[in-house]
Structures are given as C-alpha cells and as structure tokens.
Nanobody, 124 residues
Framework: QVQLVESGGGLVQAGGSLRLSCAASLRTFMNYAMGWFRQAPGKEREFVAA????????YYADSVQGRFTISRDNAKKKVYLQMNSQKPEDTAVYYCATSRSRTWRSESTEYEYWGQGNQVTVSS
C-alpha cells in the first residue's frame, strides 16, 4: 500500500516561511510527477504546484508563483514545498499527491495517491 506522509506545517506570521515535506513509500517514486494541493475551510481543493519525474520542470498556481518552490529528492523519495512571503490566504490543509504521469499536471483527477494533509496557518 502506498503511503504519503506530509510534515512541516504549523503556524507562521504573514511574511514568514515554512517548508513542507512529503515522504513516499512508493517503490517507483522517481517514475511519477508529484504535486501539492491545498484546501481552505469552505473551499474546494485547489492546485498549488507540481514537479515532473526528474525535477527539472515545475508548474505553479498564479497565486503562489514567485513565493513557493517545489522540489524533489528521488533518492530519498521526498518532495518539498518551500513557502516564502506567506499570506493569510495561504491558510489551508496542504496535501501532496502522486501523479499517474511522468509530467506535471494541475488537475486533481490526474493524481492517484494522496497524503493525509498538513495544516498551515498564516496569521495576519
């Protein structure tokens, strides 16, 4: 059974930084693109960032472009989300997910395995 375990969330002040990590038990981790999504209270889950299988191509939602950075370490089977210059509207539960493809995708339906979610709260 594939498991994705997120860590690194918490409370931060506006303008601050947090780094999320996601550890995957997937044996073929390096064959698949990875993504981060988030869901705020009362809102639908939305795409945040994605990275292709090799780590040399990334894609971001407009709302986080220039502030967030996604990266991966295939040897460690981990994906990361560095969040800088955070805003109160970044407050949400953040999920990592494994794509069905080697190239990045922004639609949640393109992702097969999901983590349990990790709360990020940005205070104003």
């Amino acid at each position: 059974q594939v498991q994705l375990v997120e860590s690194g969330g918490g409370l931060v002040q506006a303008g601050g930084s947090l780094r999320l990590s996601c550890a995957a038990s997937l044996r073929t981790f390096m064959n698949y693109a990875m993504g981060w999504f988030r869901q705020a209270p009362g809102k639908e889950r939305e795409f945040v960032a994605a990275i292709n299988w090799s780590g040399d191509s990334t894609y971001y939602a407009d709302s986080v472009q220039g502030r967030f950075t996604i990266s991966r370490d295939n040897a460690k089977k981990k994906v990361y989300l560095q969040m800088n210059s955070q805003k109160p509207e970044d407050t949400a539960v953040y999920y990592c997910a494994t794509s069905r493809s080697r190239t990045w995708r922004s639609e949640s339906t393109e992702y097969e395995y999901w983590g349990q979610g990790n709360q990020v709260t940005v205070s104003s």
